[in-house]
Structure formats: structure tokens, C-alpha cells
């Protein structure tokens, strides 16, 4: 890769469809979240993989907000896009809506960022990743939070760290008060 290569957001944009099949269900008859994290998943890695060209690996996954029940029978579409880009890591925003044939309904089921690092295949080690070229003023935006997401995430592993350093169980015992939850030590 050139040092100063950088490729479209549209160039890497996936879309995935599938149908939601009877295997897919769960216990109450909706579809599994696992195969739909799954899926997001797939897209996500052949999101970054095109825009990288490169093999990559999922680094972490901001928070999964489902939104609405799959049904077994609803086609589901997932949409993926390169949001943000580092050296090696890439934010792939990723959006996912489900349609019922049958009475026209189109809802948003999931919504969700995944941090997707590209690596050599050999050594496993990062390897750099082309800029992004941004077109219009969606992708800066999205391009901007992601920055904001990004340090954000740095801020709160940082917060929680200090705090589970400075929990005292005997202390902070009070906290208890109120939560579902007895002590019998």
C-alpha cells in the first residue's frame, strides 16, 4: 500500500440479505440474537476486509441495541459502512432492519459500531489501514463521531479501571443497600 492511499467510504459499503428460517428461532419464536450478531459480524468483516484489503479480526463491539424482535419469515438486511479510520483499526457502522413480505412492514431491528483491525496473515500483527475519503457531510459527521466514540471508549475503560482499583469490598458494602442481592459471607 502507498503511503498516501485512501479510498472511498462508498467503495467498501456492504449490504447482506438473508431470510430468517425456522433453525434460526429461539426458544420463543423469535429469531436468535446470536445469529443476528453473527451476521453483523460477516458484514462487518467484509466491510473492512474491501476497505483494507487485508485480512482483519473484530477488536471489540460497542454496544448491540436491539430495537425490535426478528421474526422467522422476515427478510433481514444488514447495512455496513467504514465510519472511521486509524492506523490499522477501522469503526464499521452497521444498521439492521427487518421486512415482513406479507404485510409490508419494514422496522429497524439492531443498530451497532464494530472496531475491526486489519493484520498480516502471517505475523498477526496490525498492518496499516488507507484513509478515507470523505464525500459528503454525513461522512464527515460519521468520520467525527467515531473520533468522539473513540475516546469516549479510551475515557471509560481508563474511569472503570480506577474504580474497580479503588472498590473496597468491606467500605463499599453500604452500596448493597436497595439492590437485588444478599451477602452471606
Do not use: W
Request: proline share 3%; aromatic share 8%; hydrophobic share 40%.
Amino acid at each position: 500500500m502507498s503511503e498516501n492511499e485512501y479510498r472511498t467510504v462508498k467503495a467498501s459499503q456492504q449490504v447482506l440479505k438473508e431470510l430468517m428460517v425456522p433453525s434460526y428461532a429461539n426458544f420463543g419464536g423469535k429469531v436468535h440474537g446470536g445469529i443476528i450478531l453473527s451476521l453483523m459480524d460477516k458484514i462487518a468483516y467484509t466491510c473492512a476486509a474491501t476497505h483494507a484489503r487485508s485480512y482483519c479480526v473484530t477488536a471489540s463491539i460497542d454496544s448491540v441495541d436491539f430495537l425490535n424482535p426478528v421474526e422467522v419469515g422476515e427478510l433481514l438486511t444488514l447495512y455496513a459502512s467504514v465510519n472511521y479510520v486509524g492506523k490499522s483499526s477501522m469503526e464499521i457502522g452497521i444498521k439492521v432492519v427487518s421486512e415482513d413480505f406479507h404485510k409490508g412492514i419494514v422496522k429497524p431491528t439492531n443498530t451497532s459500531y464494530f472496531t475491526m483491525v486489519a493484520v498480516d496473515e502471517e505475523t498477526r500483527l496490525p498492518v496499516k489501514v488507507p484513509g478515507l475519503v470523505l464525500e459528503d457531510d454525513v461522512e464527515v459527521k460519521r468520520f467525527l463521531e467515531g473520533i468522539t466514540r473513540r475516546k469516549f471508549k479510551r475515557t471509560y475503560k481508563d474511569e472503570l479501571r480506577q474504580a474497580r482499583r479503588a472498590l473496597d469490598v468491606d467500605i463499599d458494602l453500604e452500596q448493597l443497600a436497595g439492590e437485588n442481592c444478599r451477602v452471606v459471607r
